[in-house]
C-alpha cells in the first residue's frame, strides 16, 4: 500500500511538472525570456531583491543574535519573558504593513524597504536563540564554570554550539520569509522581482507574473537548501549523532 | 592542603534566610580523600562549591595551602583545581579530547604538550586513546563518559581535585569498577580530594577520611574505622547504619586476623589411626590437614574413627580458600554459604599461611567495639 | 467593519479546509513513514515558496476556470501554506506519545483504531490545536497581502494607505490585523488549555 502511494506520488509530480511546463509555454514567458531586453529587467530587478534581502537579513541576524544572547545572561534573565512577548507582538503586523509604516515614516526606495525587513526579520533569530541557549542543559555551564572558563568562552565553546542547530532554524525562517516579503517592497518604490509580480496582477499579464513569481520561488527553495548545507557545517558532529 | 575555617554559608535574606552550613573547620591533609558525606541538605554540597567559588562565602575562610581562595581571581582558581560533577557534564558538541583539553588549553600549554597529556590521561582512565580521541560523548556509555569526566578533571594536573557525587549517575555494576580504578589511580597520583557523596558505602571505601555533615554542621571527622565504631551521636550511628559492625568487617581484611600457627595441622601421608589419637591427645575436634606445603582439606574425629587408611584419602575438601587481602565481610559471608566456622588462607603461591575462623572474627569485632560498649552501655536493637 | 468579517471569512474557511486535510493527513502518514518523509517535505516547499508568488501562481491557474481574482485563489494558497504547520504539528504530536502508554495499551488489548481515539489523539490535541494557532496567526497576516489579488480583507485599508499616501489608513490598517491576530492567538492559546488532559497539565506543573 505504501508503495502504491509513492508510485502515484511519484507519479503526480511528472505530470504536474509536465503540465506546469505546457502551461507555462502557453504563457508566453518564453517568449518573453527570449527577449534580452526583458531578461536584462528581470536580471536587474533579480539582483536588487537580492540585495534587499542579503542586506536586511545581515542586520537582523547580527541583532537577533545580540538580543537572543543578552537576554539569557544573569543579569538580563528575568527580562526575557517580557521582552520576547513585546517583539512577538511586532510579528503579528503584517509584513505588508510594516513596509507601509516605514514608507510613511521613511519615504520611499531601498532604505524604509531595508528597514522594515530588518525589522521583521529579527524576531525569530531573536527568539531562537534565546530558546536555544536557554535549552543548553545546564550542567554543561555548571561544568564549564567550574573548570575555570570565563564567560566568554562558556558562550562561544558551550553555549552558542550547543544552541546552533535552533538558532539557525530561526534564521532559516527569517531567511524564507524575507525573501518573500522583499517582493512587496516593490509597493514602497523598492523594485525587486515584485515588480514583475505586481505588475503581472494589474496588466493581467501572466508571463510577466510567472517571470516574477517563479525566479522567488526558485531563491527561496535554494535559500532554504543553502541553510540545509549551513547546519552540517556549522552543527558539530558531536551534535547531528542522535539524529 | 585545604583549611576550611568556620566557614558559614547563609542563602537568602531576612526571614527566607537559610543557613546552609553554620561554622564548619577541619582541614583536608594533602594526598588524601576526604568525604563529605551526609543526607540530602546537609551541606556537604555546598561545601564543595565554597571550595572553588561557584558560591560565595558568607563568613570564614577557605585556605588552599597558604593562599585565601577570596583573594584569588574565581576563574584562575578553577583552573588550578579539578572539577568533576555527577552529570558528567561532558561538551557534546566537542570530541573526547577537546573536552579533555580544556584547561590546558586555558592555561595556555602548546598543542604537543596537551596531544601527550590526553593520550596519558586516557590510558590512565582504561580508555584507549586510539579509540577514544576523536569520538563524541554521546558514542559513549555513561560508565565511559565519567571516566573522561574524571580525565577532563585530571587535565591540568592540579593537586586538588573537587568531586561532587561523581560516580552517582552511573549503574551499580559499573560505578563499582569505575570506584576501584579510581582509587588504583588515586594510589599513583597521591591527589588531594574532596568527594561529595550521600551513600555510607562508598565513603567507607573511597574515603581516607570522612566528614559526616548533618543540618549544615559538621557532625564528626575522622577516619572511616572510627566512624563505624565510634559513632559520636545518634545521628551518626543510623546514618552508618545498624550493620555498622558488618561494614566495619568490610574495611578489614583477613591479614588482620589470621591465626598463622594454628595447633591442629595434621599430614595429608599420615595414618588415619595416628591422627585421630593426635586430635585426641590435645583435644581437637578437628584437623587441618595439609600436604606438600598445600591445604587439602579438613578431617573431624568422627571421620577418622572407622577408617584404616592414609588421612588424605578421607579428607573433606574446602570449599573454598581465602586470600590474605580477602575482606572479612566476604569471610563471614562464605562462612554462611558454605555452613563452615573455619577457612584456610593461601599465599600467592597456594601454600598454606594460616586458618581464619568464625572466633577470629568475632573476636575482632568486639575488639574495635570495645570503646563504644564501655561508653554507651546497652542502647538499640 | 464589513472588511473585519471579511478577513475573518477568507482566514476561517482556509484554515477550516486546511484542518480537515491536514489533520486527517497527519494522522495517517503517522503509520507510514516513507510517505510521511514526502508529504512533510512537500509541505515544506509550499510553506517556503513566497506568499505573493503563491498567489501569483494561482490567478493563471484559476483563470482558466473563469476564477482568476478574488477570495477563491487566496482561501486555495492559505489552505496550501497552512499545510505544513498543522501536518507537522499533528504528525509529531502523535509520534511524541510516549512509547510505554502505547505499548500498556496495546498490551490491553486495543487495535489500531481504539489506539488513536483513546490514547494518542487525546493526548496530541493540545500540540494539533497549537499547529492551528501558528497555521492561524500566519494566515491572519498573510490575508492581508492577498488584497493584491481582489480578496478584500483589511488589507484594503493598507493598500488604500500606500496608494493614496495617507499614513493614518494604513496605521489602522495594521492595528486592526495586528489585534485580530493577537485576539485569535490569545483565544486559541486559552483552547490549548482547555483541551489538555488534566493528567498532563498537572505533569508539567510538578516538572517545574
Known amino acids: ?243 | 592542603m585545604i583549611t576550611y575555617d568556620a566557614v558559614t554559608k547563609i542563602f537568602g535574606t531576612g526571614r527566607e534566610a537559610v543557613t546552609a552550613l553554620d561554622n564548619v573547620s577541619f582541614n583536608i591533609p594533602d594526598g588524601e580523600i576526604v568525604v563529605f558525606l551526609g543526607p540530602s541538605g546537609c551541606g556537604k554540597t555546598t561545601m564543595l562549591r565554597l571550595t572553588n567559588r561557584l558560591e560565595t562565602i558568607t563568613r570564614g575562610n577557605i585556605l588552599i595551602g597558604d593562599l585565601n581562595i577570596r583573594d584569588t581571581d574565581p576563574v584562575e582558581l578553577r583552573q588550578r583545581l579539578g572539577y568533576v560533577i555527577q552529570a558528567i557534564g561532558l561538551f557534546p558538541n566537542k570530541t573526547i579530547a577537546e573536552n579533555i583539553a580544556t584547561v590546558p588549553k586555558l592555561l595556555g600549554w602548546d598543542k604537543q604538550r596537551i596531544s601527550e597529556r590526553i593520550d596519558e590521561l586516557l590510558e590512565m582512565t582504561n580508555l584507549e586513546p586510539e579509540m577514544y580521541r576523536d569520538r563524541y560523548p554521546a558514542e559513549l556509555s555513561g560508565g565511559q563518559q565519567q571516566r573522561v569526566g574524571v580525565a577532563r578533571g585530571l587535565a591540568a594536573d592540579p593537586e586538588i581535585l573537587l568531586m561532587d557525587e561523581p560516580f552517582g549517575a552511573i549503574d551499580p555494576i559499573n560505578r563499582e569498577q569505575i570506584q576501584n580504578e579510581f582509587l588504583r589511580l588515586q594510589a599513583k597520583l597521591k591527589k588531594t580530594i574532596a568527594f561529595v557523596s550521600h551513600d555510607i558505602h562508598e565513603a567507607i571505601k573511597m574515603g581516607d577520611r570522612i566528614a559526616l555533615f548533618y543540618k549544615g554542621r559538621l557532625v564528626q571527622y575522622d577516619v572511616p574505622e572510627v566512624i563505624l565504631t565510634q559513632p559520636k551521636n545518634k545521628f551518626v550511628a543510623d546514618f552508618v547504619g545498624a550493620d555498622r559492625a558488618l561494614k566495619v568487617l568490610g574495611i578489614m581484611q583477613v591479614k588482620d586476623t589470621i591465626n598463622r600457627k594454628p595447633k591442629n595441622i595434621i599430614n595429608g601421608s599420615d595414618r588415619t589411626q595416628d591422627a585421630l589419637k593426635f586430635l585426641d591427645e590435645k583435644g581437637f575436634r578437628y584437623g587441618i590437614v595439609v600436604e606438600r606445603g598445600k591445604p587439602i582439606g579438613s578431617v573431624t574425629q568422627k571421620i577418622l574413627k572407622y577408617e584404616e587408611c592414609l588421612v588424605r584419602d578421607v579428607v573433606e575438601p574446602y570449599p573454598l580458600l581465602l586470600k590474605e587481602r580477602t575482606s572479612l565481610r566476604d569471610v563471614l559471608s562464605f562462612m554462611l554459604m558454605y555452613d563452615a566456622v573455619t577457612f584456610c588462607v593461601v599465599d600467592e603461591n597456594g601454600s598454606f599461611a594460616g586458618t581464619v575462623s568464625y572466633n577470629d572474627i568475632q573476636r575482632v569485632v568486639r575488639e574495635s567495639y570495645a570503646d563504644e560498649a564501655e561508653s554507651n552501655g546497652d542502647e538499640e536493637t | 467593519m464589513f472588511l473585519y468579517w471579511e478577513h475573518i471569512w477568507i482566514v476561517g474557511l482556509a484554515l477550516l479546509i486546511a484542518s480537515v486535510i491536514g489533520v486527517p493527513l497527519g494522522i495517517y502518514i503517522t503509520g507510514h513513514d516513507q510517505v510521511a518523509t514526502r508529504v512533510l517535505n512537500s509541505a515544506t516547499v509550499l510553506m517556503t515558496i513566497p506568499s505573493i508568488a503563491l498567489f501569483g501562481l494561482m490567478l493563471p491557474i484559476l483563470a482558466l476556470f473563469n476564477m482568476g481574482l478574488g477570495k477563491v485563489p487566496a482561501v486555495i494558497a492559505l489552505v496550501l501554506y497552512s499545510q505544513l504547520p498543522i501536518i507537522r504539528n499533528t504528525y509529531t504530536a502523535i509520534k511524541n506519545v510516549p512509547p510505554e502508554l502505547v505499548d500498556a495499551a496495546k498490551g490491553m488489548g486495543m487495535d489500531r483504531w481504539k489506539l488513536l481515539r483513546e490514547v494518542e489523539i487525546p493526548l496530541a490535541i493540545p500540540v494539533i490545536i497549537a499547529g492551528l494557532r501558528t497555521a492561524a496567526v500566519m494566515n491572519i497576516g498573510i490575508a492581508a497581502i492577498a488584497v493584491y489579488i481582489g480578496s478584500g480583507g483589511l488589507g484594503v485599508y493598507i493598500e488604500q494607505g500606500i496608494a493614496r499616501v495617507y499614513p493614518e489608513m494604513i496605521l489602522s490598517g495594521a492595528i486592526l490585523v495586528s489585534l485580530l491576530a493577537i485576539i485569535v492567538d490569545g483565544l486559541m492559546a486559552l483552547l490549548e488549555r482547555m483541551a489538555t488532559p488534566a493528567g498532563i497539565k498537572l505533569q508539567r506543573t510538578l516538572a517545574r
Not at chain 1, 537582523?60 to 538580563?76: E, M, S
Not at chain 1, 534573565?77 to 516605514?102: E, N, W
Not at chain 1, 515584485?194 to 531563491?219: H, N, R, V, Y
Open chain 1, 1 to 243: 500500500m505504501t508503495g502504491l502511494l509513492i508510485k502515484i506520488y511519484r507519479f503526480l509530480l511528472i505530470v504536474i511538472i509536465l503540465v506546469a511546463g505546457v502551461a507555462i509555454e502557453r504563457t508566453g514567458l518564453v517568449e518573453l525570456l527570449s527577449d534580452p531586453y526583458e531578461r536584462q529587467v528581470i536580471v536587474e530587478l533579480f539582483w536588487q531583491h537580492l540585495y534587499i534581502v542579503l542586506v536586511s537579513i545581515s542586520i537582523a541576524t547580527i541583532a537577533g543574535l545580540t538580543v537572543g544572547i543578552v537576554f539569557t545572561r544573569q543579569r538580563f534573565r528575568k527580562y526575557a519573558g517580557v521582552c520576547m512577548y513585546i517583539v512577538g507582538l511586532g510579528q503579528t503586523i503584517p509584513s505588508l504593513a510594516v513596509l507601509a509604516l516605514a514608507m510613511s515614516f521613511l519615504g520611499i526606495g531601498l532604505k524604509p524597504a531595508i528597514f522594515a525587513l530588518t525589522i521583521y526579520s529579527v524576531l525569530p533569530v531573536a527568539r531562537n536563540t534565546l530558546a536555544g541557549i536557554t535549552a543548553v542543559p545546564a550542567e554543561l555551564i555548571e561544568a564549564g564554570k567550574g573548570m575555570g572558563m570565563p564567560p566568554l568562552r562558556i558562550l562561544l565553546e558551550v553555549e552558542l554550539p550547543n544552541a546552533m542547530k535552533v538558532i539557525l532554524v530561526g534564521f532559516r525562517v527569517a531567511l524564507v520569509i524575507n525573501i518573500g516579503t522583499a517582493a512587496l517592497s516593490y509597493l514602497i518604490g523598492a523594485g525587486g522581482l515584485g515588480d514583475l509580480i505586481f505588475t503581472g496582477i494589474s496588466l493581467m499579464q501572466t508571463e510577466k507574473l510567472l517571470a516574477g513569481a517563479i525566479p522567488i520561488t526558485l531563491l527561496a527553495l535554494v535559500a532554504d537548501f543553502l541553510c540545509e548545507l549551513l547546519s552540517v557545517a556549522l552543527v558539530s558532529k558531536g551534535l547531528r549523532l542522535s539524529d
